[in-house]
């Protein structure tokens, strides 16, 4: 019974990716999912992240949380536009769905955005069953969390564009084989780029922002 | 719709959960369900806890993933009963359910059994919601996750009866303030009892053996 009642579920909100899809693509603008588990560093890569790309790519921020706005105020410091979605008022979501996302891409004004980055809930299962009408997926994978995870969560893995392995500064102090953390996604994924980085030390930043101004490129011609 | 779904699947997961509690009871186990998310060290804890407990309390494991049996492989050199269940052929299910628990339950074989540790999926937010008829539940967040989870994930904090802080071996190379962690948890769930630990090297294991020896004499007079 549960089975069926998600593939309503997805069904419905596939239909509404796909109306966002339409909405990103009139207003010209990339839009990137970032998935992870909680606590691998997105909020703090998306501050380096900001901080680098602004004003040249006029970017905006999409954060969702359960609760608190935390997030959205560590982000706002680098004077992005930035909005916080809650999902403890829709049922505490374990993901941002994509009815929630359109709404709030309405509101932060995409005719103004090159780049729109949605900072997803923190969770390596839900999410990645979701399609929000995003252009391409991100997942990140802090050092701390193990070398098994790509093959423990595969689907997560499988339907991200790109990976981020964050957290390098700390190898020295963890048992963390890098090698085979991206040997295993490459398994449940052949082919996927992998940026390694610190987002704490700035360490290995700069492939990834080059990636986004591609895409933005690619996509706005701007 | 998706919220009245929701409600519907959790109505049913409870009456099931009720079975379980009674059968649990009807079998004389002690039975805890550890929750975390993905990476926070939860199988390198157990191990630890097998090893110290084994073979004065007999103990069996029930571990939940997406995907692999990579965690039983892990457990089983301690030599507890365990029984890994996979939830992809359900769906990729994000959490333990009670009717899973109740069928592995029965398979692992409850009646030599003092303690039951049910490791369920690694996922800060899904499985709080879902009872599995446990007599505690125990969150183990880890230091590199950052202080602010249990003010973002506030039902994981407010549903469990102990929350371990774990990799504390990591603390001089991290900006974690510990305190801080514990007073989050403790601001969604007053009183709530923390152990702070390594898993890693065993500093601060024992008041967590003793309370577990304690829940599992107060339940099975052994």
Redesign the interface.
């Known amino acids: 019974?549960?089975?069926n009642?998600?593939k309503?579920?997805l069904e419905?909100n596939e239909t509404q990716a796909d109306i966002n899809r339409n909405f990103f693509k009139e207003q010209n603008v990339f839009v990137l999912n970032m998935m992870s588990?909680?606590?691998s560093g997105k909020t703090q890569l998306l501050c380096r992240t900001l901080t680098t790309l602004l004003p040249g790519v006029r970017t905006g921020v999409i954060v969702g949380?359960?609760?608190?706005r935390?997030d959205a105020d560590r982000l706002e410091v680098t004077r992005a536009k930035v909005i916080q979605i809650n999902t403890d008022q829709?049922?505490?979501?374990?993901h941002l769905?994509a009815p929630l996302i359109l709404d709030s891409a309405k509101e932060i004004g995409c005719e103004d955005l090159d780049l729109l980055i949605v900072e997803n809930?923190?969770?390596?299962?839900?999410p990645a069953?979701f399609d929000i009408g995003e252009d391409e997926k991100a997942v990140v994978l802090?050092v701390?969390?193990?070398e098994?995870?790509p093959?423990?969560?595969?689907?997560m893995f499988r339907v991200a564009d790109i990976a981020i392995l964050n957290?390098i500064d700390?190898l020295p102090?963890?048992d963390f084989d890098a090698k085979l953390a991206v040997d295993n996604m490459k398994q449940v994924h052949p082919g996927l780029p992998v940026f390694e980085m610190s987002a704490k030390t700035g360490e290995g930043l700069d492939p990834w922002i080059e990636w986004l101004k591609i895409k933005v490129f690619e996509k706005t011609g701007r």
Do not use: H
């Open positions: 019974m549960e089975i009642i998600q309503r579920v419905a588990s909680p606590g949380d359960v609760c608190t935390n829709f049922g505490g979501d374990c769905a809930i923190g969770n390596l299962v839900c069953e802090s701390t969390e193990g098994d995870k093959l423990k969560y595969p689907l957290k700390l102090y963890l």
